[in-house]
């Protein structure tokens, strides 16, 4: 579908995906399988339960779920409705969904009974706010009857209603993590999403008919925009993941013939290290997308070489700007794909800036800013964390540090909060990273600062160690003074089997450094 043809609304998408791709596969999984050219029907149904439910355009519906079939035919539901998707992080708590909850204005949530062993409803019963009218729970009697309900209003009254929607709508409020603060609904409209997704589905060459692995979250623009909405895009079949398992992936990408799996690098690390890896049927597999601020350059080259993917390319996003920012080109060297981000998608910029927002030339290194069709909107109800965020001439400052290579390829260096100083240096952990990633026994890394008495900070490097090799934290160390300048060789090297991850399948390097924090004292 090219970039002038595409639809403007997710529920315009809906019909045209119908037509176009009538006889392929839209949802797979849990002994469904539903065609393209069933899915309006499918997704109506839940736009006439929500129309006589009395929800209106601009009203938020949350999800509060894994990854399924159920998931997508709601998000479009809600969406034809004209309502506004709030999607729920699998992994919080009850006070914290109440919260966002709370702060979103949801009238309606859509939520499992258990996941995880998490008892959902149990959960969020003491915090309930009193701004949420309704709770239906999927693998429950009540999901059948919401269903039913909506017999009173007819399918042509709701797909009336999807046709009223405005491609500037907003189609989603997605919470930023809340590292900092509590997190922030990020106000993203229908017409911005599709087309920076369009751009995507374009780059990696994705085609009617493929067979798309989401491991990632749907509550995550990586898992919901990049994955089954681009899917919708190009004609490919959505197959869910609920939860990251590596042998159930592993099993799945031969199984089912797998052709794209985007993932973060922990994700193709285990795939790449698994023991069955040499005699399975792979070759399914084409495409893989990655992301992160350290990308091992050997990394890309056993995705290429061990998985045998044809299209391996990295991309750098944010929920701010609807997740996509940059990529690299497939055709790019190996080089550019392992050491950067790409360039901006069509239509949009990246400059970087210093702390007085002047822009920096190439190669100077600065927070990465970025201006056009994709940034947000601005923060939900939060008019002052807005105007923080975009300056007066558009610019949305991420936070993330990085650079700019003589052809415009982003490189990322960081986040700022990220950062720590050892001895009055400036130490960015990314940086680090790849430099350790390089020592033939190490399978992955992540670095944090801990508090030092004397250097202010000092580097903690967290390794797993790949299967066949042994590595000692004297020996690593020494490898990196040979390296590196000395202010960044770690002064602490921690083995894990398995580095912590959040739900979006990220170390998680707050867990890190409450953990390490909390086991070695400050070095005197």
């Not at 392929?24 to 006589?52: C, F």
């Not at 997704?197 to 990049?226: M, S, W």
């Not at 822009?359 to 990465?368: A, S």
């Amino acid at each position: 579908m090219s970039t002038d043809a595409y639809p403007n609304t997710i529920g315009r998408l809906l019909f045209a995906a119908a037509h176009q791709h009538a006889g392929r596969t839209a949802l797979e999984g849990e002994g469904q399988l539903i065609d393209y050219a069933q899915l309006p029907h499918r997704v109506l149904a839940v736009t006439r339960s929500l129309m006589a439910m009395g929800i209106n355009p601009g009203d938020r519906v949350a999800i509060w779920a894994p990854n399924r079939i159920e998931w997508v035919l709601l998000a479009l539901g809600l969406q034809c409705a004209g309502a506004v998707l709030v999607p729920l992080n699998t992994r919080m708590k009850g006070t914290e969904a109440a919260d966002i909850l709370a702060r979103s204005g949801a009238r309606v949530l859509f939520m499992q009974g258990l996941f995880l062993g998490n008892d959902y409803r149990a959960m969020l019963a003491p915090h309930r706010p009193a701004s949420l009218e309704h709770m239906v729970q999927l693998d429950a009697p009540e999901f059948e009857g919401f269903l039913a309900a909506g017999a009173e209003v007819s399918e042509e009254a709701a797909r009336e209603r999807a046709l009223q929607v405005k491609p500037d709508d907003l189609c989603d409020l997605l919470f930023t993590s809340g590292t900092t603060g509590k997190p922030k609904g990020v106000m993203c409209a229908h017409a911005q999403s599709l087309r920076a997704f369009t751009e995507y589905g374009r780059i990696i060459g994705l085609r009617p008919g493929d067979r798309y692995l989401i491991v990632n979250p749907f509550f995550h623009a990586f898992g919901y925009k990049a994955g089954w909405l681009t899917c919708l895009l190009a004609g490919a079949t959505i197959l869910p993941h609920a939860v990251f398992d590596a042998e159930q992936i592993f099993e799945r990408l031969a199984a089912e013939r797998i052709t794209v799996m985007p993932g973060p690098p922990t994700l193709y690390l285990s795939l790449l290290d698994h023991p069955k890896l040499a005699e399975s049927d792979l070759s399914s597999l084409r495409v893989a997308v990655t992301g992160s601020s350290s990308i091992p350059p050997i990394l890309i080259e056993r995705i290429r070489r061990d998985l045998g993917c044809a299209v391996v390319t990295t991309a750098y996003g944010l929920t701010e700007c609807g997740g996509l920012a940059t990529i690299c080109d497939p055709n790019d060297s190996p080089e550019i794909i392992a050491g950067t981000s790409g360039k901006p998608i069509p239509g949009t910029e990246v400059s970087i800036q210093d702390e007085q927002g002047r822009v920096l030339g190439k190669g100077e290194t600065g927070e990465i800013c970025l201006r056009g069709f994709h940034v947000m909107q601005g923060y939900f109800n939060n008019p002052e964390a807005s105007a923080e965020t975009l300056d007066a001439e558009g610019w949305l400052h991420t936070g993330d540090v990085g650079s700019l290579d003589a052809a415009g390829n982003l490189r990322i260096t960081d986040r700022l909060k990220d950062m720590f100083i050892v001895g009055g240096f400036n130490c960015y952990p990314a940086e680090i990273e790849a430099a350790l990633s390089a020592h033939p026994a190490i399978a992955q890394v992540a670095v944090i600062g801990l508090p030092d008495a004397r250097m202010g900070e000092v580097g903690c490097a967290c390794v797993v160690v790949r299967p066949g090799h042994r590595l000692v934290a004297a020996e690593l160390i020494a490898w990196s003074r040979e390296r590196m300048a000395n202010y960044k060789v770690p002064r602490q090297v921690v083995f894990y089997e398995s580095l912590p991850t959040n739900a979006s399948n990220k170390v998680d390097k707050l867990a890190l450094r409450r953990e390490q924090g909390e086991r070695h004292a400050p070095t005197q």
